[in-house]
C-alpha cells in the first residue's frame, strides 16, 4: 500500500496552518496565539494576557478542492466597551482577505511538516474563500469574544 499524498495528509494540514497563523499574529502582530477549543487566558510566561486568539479546526472534506473550516475566536478582558476586541478582530481578518487580489481571496503555503523542524514548501496552497463573522458575545467569566469562521480551500490528491 502507497503512502498518503502530501496534500491528503491531515498533520500537513494542520501544521502549515498553524505556520501560517503563528508567523503572522503571534510574530508579526505580536499576539498571544493557541490552538485550543478553550476561551481562558493563555498564560504567556507565567503573565495572563489581556488579548488573545484560539484558533480551532473544524470540519474537514478531502477531495480533489478539499474544504476546511476554522473557528478563530478573538477574545478580551477587561474591555468594558469592546473596542480592544474590535481592534484585535481587524489584525485578525486582515490575514483572512487580500485586496491585492481581483477576488480578495487570501492565500497562504501548504508545506510539509518534520519532527526535527525542517519545513518543506508543497506545491499549492490555501485559498480562505469565505469568513463569517459572529457578533460580540461575552462568556460568564467577562470574556468578550467573537468567531470569525473562514472556510479554506485546497487541492489534494486523494
Not at 12 to 34: C, P, Q
Not at 63 to 88: H, M, N, P, V, W
Not at 127 to 150: I, Y
Amino acid at each position: 500500500m502507497t503512502d498518503l499524498d502530501s496534500t491528503a495528509k491531515e498533520a500537513n494540514v494542520r501544521d502549515s496552518i498553524k505556520k501560517f497563523f503563528t508567523d503572522s499574529l503571534a510574530t508579526a502582530e505580536g499576539l498571544s496565539l493557541t490552538f485550543d477549543r478553550y476561551l481562558a487566558t493563555p498564560s504567556i510566561q507565567g503573565h495572563a494576557t489581556d488579548r488573545w486568539v484560539s484558533i480551532n479546526f473544524g470540519d474537514m472534506s478531502m477531495s480533489y478542492l478539499s474544504a476546511l473550516d476554522l473557528q478563530i475566536f478573538c477574545c478580551t478582558r477587561a474591555d468594558s466597551e469592546g473596542f480592544k476586541l474590535a481592534q484585535l478582530r481587524d489584525k485578525v481578518y486582515k490575514y483572512l482577505v487580500d485586496s491585492a487580489q481581483t477576488d480578495g481571496m487570501a492565500r497562504f503555503s501548504f508545506y510539509r511538516s518534520r519532527a526535527d523542524g525542517a519545513w518543506t514548501l508543497l506545491d499549492g496552497g490555501f485559498v480562505v474563500q469565505d469568513v463569517m463573522e459572529s457578533r460580540q458575545m461575552e462568556s460568564d467569566d467577562g470574556t468578550k469574544f467573537k468567531v470569525l469562521t473562514a472556510r479554506l480551500r485546497f487541492a489534494s490528491k486523494v
